[in-house]
């Protein structure tokens, strides 16, 4: 503990005895202080005690003193040692009188105390109380450092609220919690996400104070928020509450915890690295047809993940999912950077990285259910394995659906923010190229239709005619019919339309003539015109369906 007025009032050395504000005398003395001046307040700080002998005081002026009193109190002086016998046989009782009504310790100094004396009691105890508080950081971070080694995160966090007798918690670059001591801090814990992530938005190291009730009226703790990492964007935080602000020694035990987390969150991204190395390996051996080999390879990584049930995930940013369109289906830029559209929905901000942000919010998501997962970035995609069912799938559909809603319209030529995904249907390792390309052709026909997100399994359900309004498809359609639309266009006949209805009819000549309103016989001339029109065989079963296809897509213009 610092000195205080009490343990310089009782210390045998000194002498001194208490003449005003015998309730004052438990705050701290930050230092003591010689001055004669008249008004000393320009040259205070706050937290000293003044020691006087009134040189220059008209100490027996009532008024004077309630105004020199008055100032000293307002300057944060914490007490006034008057020397007695040197100019002034007694404290004037005008100057105890001050004293008393401002509430100001006033000591009486014995002529045999001299005020070095008292400079070095208070000099001599702060550095006592700064070595005490040095020796104790020390044991603390010895002690932080062991749980560290010996029980991880979990162990830290423990010793780290005994040493500041409150809690703390550890939270992810989502701003979940990860881990809090004591058990019961959890729920408190989760009670400032929003705080974590208000913090993430500022560049590391960073730290914020959150005032307790005023802020939080279920929890009347003051919290430290600290950002942990060496990136410009920290990846995770660290809250420590307690009752009051922290002292020297807890302050230490803080700034160790720190260190140590910033450590085990930069040995954790290497770590990160090397496992994303081994997911490349993994997926390109499943790709391959060799689920076998990328069992081996994986070990105990994933779990379960390779033999359950998962689904495959293929992703872009909006922007090169729209340059890929314009270039052609084999265009390969350099992969886009652009900024989340729903940035605020993320479950991180990856510093302006949609692809990034997918990858957090999934690994976040299947760390906080204990779920296996598979994360590789693959040029300008990002290819997920997910468990199907799993917490890891529906948060990426979650956040892709929070995107859409964001972005309802379209996403035109590529300016717009964002992301497309694309999701095989449930597969196993052996159907794993499959599922990949499940994910491939849901990613395309959701870069063609403006989506954010498609699941392969409602194409699937659904109807292939929403496919046929594409660009390309419509040009194809003009240039298959457009001979006969000419033809049409002179008034030589009804080719198309005699088409539509053949087609419709499969073929069948009365019913698709009697549609027409037309003799069987004439139904055959025309599409013999049409043969020889387009150069093919009606009975082709592929230029069939070509020819229906090509109508739809005309049709639906």
Request: aromatic letters at 4%.
């Amino acid at each position: 503990m610092p000195p205080t007025l009490a343990s310089l009032v009782h210390h045998s050395a000194l002498k001194l005895t208490v003449r005003a504000g015998e309730d004052g005398l438990d705050v701290p003395v930050r230092w003591a202080h010689v001055s004669e001046l008249a008004d000393p307040v320009p040259y205070m700080e706050g937290g000293e005690l003044l020691l006087i002998t009134a040189l220059k005081l008209d100490a027996e002026d009532p008024e004077a003193m309630r105004r020199y009193v008055k100032r000293l109190a307002g300057a944060g002086v914490v007490g006034l040692g008057f020397a007695v016998g040197v100019n002034y046989d007694d404290i004037p009782e005008a100057l105890v009188e001050a004293a008393r009504q401002e509430g100001l310790p006033l000591l009486e100094v014995p002529r045999r105390t001299p005020f070095l004396a008292i400079s070095k009691a208070v000099s001599a105890a702060i550095a006592a109380d700064q070595y005490r508080a040095v020796t104790a950081g020390f044991a603390a971070q010895r002690e932080l450092t062991r749980q560290a080694l010996t029980d991880g995160p979990e162990g830290l966090l423990a010793a780290l609220a005994s040493q500041v007798d409150g809690w703390a918690a550890l939270y992810d670059a989502s701003g979940a919690v990860v881990a809090a001591a004591p058990e019961w801090a959890g729920r408190r814990a989760a009670r400032l996400t929003a705080d974590v992530q208000r913090l993430r938005e500022r560049p590391a190291p960073a730290s914020s104070v959150v005032g307790g009730a005023a802020e939080h009226p279920e929890s009347a703790d003051r919290v430290e928020l600290h950002s942990l990492g060496t990136s410009r964007r920290p990846r995770s935080a660290l809250a420590v509450g307690t009752a009051a602000a922290l002292g020297t020694a807890e302050r230490y035990a803080v700034h160790s915890a720190i260190a140590l987390l910033t450590l085990t969150t930069e040995r954790s991204r290497s770590l990160h690295e090397a496992e994303q190395r081994i997911d490349a390996a993994v997926l390109r051996m499943l790709l391959a047809g060799e689920p076998d080999h990328a069992r081996t390879v994986a070990g105990d990584l994933y779990g379960g993940l390779l033999d359950a049930p998962f689904r495959m995930v293929v992703a872009e940013a909006a922007s090169a999912s729209a340059a890929r369109t314009h270039a052609g289906p084999h265009a390969r830029g350099p992969a886009t950077r652009t900024r989340p559209s729903a940035a605020a929905l993320a479950a991180a901000d990856t510093d302006g990285d949609p692809l990034g942000a997918l990858a957090e919010v999934v690994e976040s998501a299947a760390a906080r259910s204990g779920e296996s997962v598979l994360v590789v970035p693959e040029g300008e995609r990002l290819v997920v394995l997910a468990t199907d069912g799993g917490a890891a799938v529906a948060a990426c559909v979650e956040y892709a659906s929070a995107l859409e809603t964001a972005h309802p319209e379209p996403m035109p030529g590529g300016d717009e923010e964002g992301l497309v995904v694309g999701l095989s249907a449930p597969s196993g390792p052996i159907a794993a190229s499959a599922a990949y390309k499940q994910a491939e052709q849901a990613l395309s026909v959701a870069r063609r239709r403006g989506r954010v997100c498609v699941e392969h399994e409602h194409l699937a359900a659904g109807s292939v005619l929403p496919l046929l309004a594409d660009d390309a498809v419509r040009a194809f359609a003009d240039g298959l019919l457009r001979a006969l639309r000419d033809h049409d266009a002179t008034g030589r006949g009804d080719l198309v339309a005699s088409l539509r209805a053949w087609l419709s009819r499969h073929g069948q000549w009365d019913a698709a003539a009697a549609d027409l309103g037309v003799h069987r016989h004439t139904l055959r001339y025309r599409m013999r015109r049409v043969e020889e029109i387009l150069g093919r065989s009606l009975d082709d079963p592929d230029v069939r369906m070509e020819l229906w296809l090509a109508l739809k897509a005309t049709s639906a213009e």
